[in-house]
């Protein structure tokens, strides 16, 4: 008898037990994505970096084949104001003037040049060498500042840096050939 009581008894907890649910998702969250191998950011970056332009890497051989100097890489503090008068001379940034000053010539300037630096350059050599004219003015009072500043050019001249952006008596610039 116990057993006929136990049975209807065990149907009616049967009853009351559901089955679970079971949700079946067709997409995965963007971690499941990333997880399984979908980087759909990912490739729609590299799309757009392959059609945008950007530089193409060149050898320093290349690029003085260009008729371009590259920067030095090493700290320049050992550069004297004079080397890099000189650099700036064989660049053709600044040229040495018919009238002995240096001038900015940034137009035919080959290579990278910071002009604001070079313009400050100009203008402390310009200062050193009319102070230096004046003074041999008043050393030599037999000749004028003029005089003085025309055959100090000539002289200067020939020890300018082969290469250098000379300016002629014409007015024409060219390249001081050794």
């Known amino acids: ?51 945008v332009p950007r530089p193409v890497p060149m050898t320093p051989e290349e690029l003085e084949a260009l008729g371009i100097r590259s920067a030095v890489l090493i700290d320049g503090t050992e550069a004297t104001e004079a080397d890099r008068i000189d650099d700036l001379l064989r660049q053709r940034c600044i040229g040495e003037g018919r009238d002995g000053l240096l001038v900015d010539t ?18 402390r050599v310009n200062r050193a060498r009319v102070q230096l004219w004046r003074w041999m003015g008043a050393e030599r009072k037999d000749y004028s ?23 002629l008596d014409d007015g024409a610039w060219e390249e001081k050939k050794c």
């Open 145 to 167: 500042v003029e005089e003085l500043q025309h055959a100090w050019r000539k002289t200067h001249v020939g020890g300018v840096a082969c290469g250098a952006w000379l300016q």
């Open 106 to 123: 940034h137009h035919a300037c080959r290579g990278v040049c910071d002009r604001a630096a070079a313009v400050v350059l100009i203008e």
């Open 1 to 51: 008898m116990k057993r006929v009581l136990l049975c209807p008894l065990l149907l009616a907890s049967v009853a009351c037990i559901r089955a679970p649910e079971i949700v079946l998702v067709d997409r995965a969250t963007a971690l499941e994505q990333q997880a399984a191998g979908s980087f759909d950011e990912l490739e729609l970056k590299l799309a757009r970096a392959g059609i």
